[in-house]
T-cell receptor, first 115, second 112 residues
Framework: NAGVTQTPKFQVLKTGQSMTLQCAQDMNHEYMSWYRQDPGMGLRLIHYSVGAGITDQGEVPNGYNVSRSTTEDFPLRLLSAAPSQTSVYFC??????????????FGSGTRLTVV | DQQVKQNSPSLSVQEGRISILNCDYTNSMFDYFLWYKKYPAEGPTFLIS?????DKNEDGRFTVFLNKSAKHLSLHIVPSQPGDSAVYFCAASTGTASKLTFGTGTRLQVTL
């Protein structure tokens, strides 16, 4: 059981370049989210999805794009990288069924540096 | 506007003693609260949660207390162990579980 898998683990981009951060989960979770973690800022929600074909913006969506064509995958696209997007990115997934909510399962993160 | 606040960036506790981590929130619509633990170079892992209809939830050495009137929750770890040294994040959600709002985290160091 792999859980939530993020690739790559590390990436260096030049300003203006684009790239896609990959996220896949094998738990058949309906909910998936992308967060970024910055020093002193905690984790901030970028985009989230409540199911295939459904996405919505979070707290800091500008400069990012997402799509959810399958339940398993939720890629995050940086359209034109900027130094302000230097951060650690976490993908997370959660079930939507009944029972006590146990929160999201997080991937191990992608550390992105934009120079 | 920070809806979930952890005002203590760091905390140091001796092994065997109690660790108390605090969290305040401003949004009265939050109805579920969670604590996550994060080690360096790893993703956060779920620790314990509490619904707004309860005021206490206990799981082994970890207990979360919720004071709705004060919009305050706390995580108690008893006894603290060196392996508990990590960053702890408080998080909250409203209605559905699709979105979590996180605090800025508290770094706990448990010393020998």
């Amino acid at each position: 059981n792999a859980g939530v898998t993020q690739t790559p683990k590390f990436q260096v981009l030049k300003t203006g370049q684009s790239m896609t951060l990959q996220c896949a989960q094998d738990m058949n979770h309906e909910y998936m989210s992308w967060y970024r973690q910055d020093p002193g800022m905690g984790l901030r929600l970028i985009h989230y999805s409540v199911g295939a074909g459904i996405t919505d913006q979070g707290e800091v969506p500008n400069g990012y794009n997402v799509s959810r064509s399958t339940t398993e995958d939720f890629p995050l696209r940086l359209l034109s990288a900027a130094p302000s997007q230097t951060s650690v990115y976490f993908c997370a997934s959660s079930y939507s069924g009944g029972g006590p909510f146990r929160g999201y399962t997080f991937g191990s993160g992608t550390r992105l540096t934009v120079v | 506007d920070q809806q979930v606040k952890q005002n203590s960036p760091s905390l140091s506790v001796q092994e065997g003693r109690i660790s108390i981590l605090n969290c305040d929130y401003t949004n009265s619509m939050f109805d579920y609260f969670l604590w996550y633990k994060k080690y360096p170079a790893e993703g956060p892992t779920f620790l314990i949660s509490i619904s707004s209809i309860k005021d206490k939830n206990e799981d082994g050495r970890f207990t979360v207390f919720l004071n709705k009137s004060a919009k305050h929750l706390s995580l108690h770890i008893v006894p603290s162990q060196p392996g508990d040294s990590a960053v702890y994040f408080c998080a909250a959600s409203t209605g559905t579980a699709s979105k979590l709002t996180f605090g800025t985290g508290t770094r706990l160091q448990v010393t020998l």
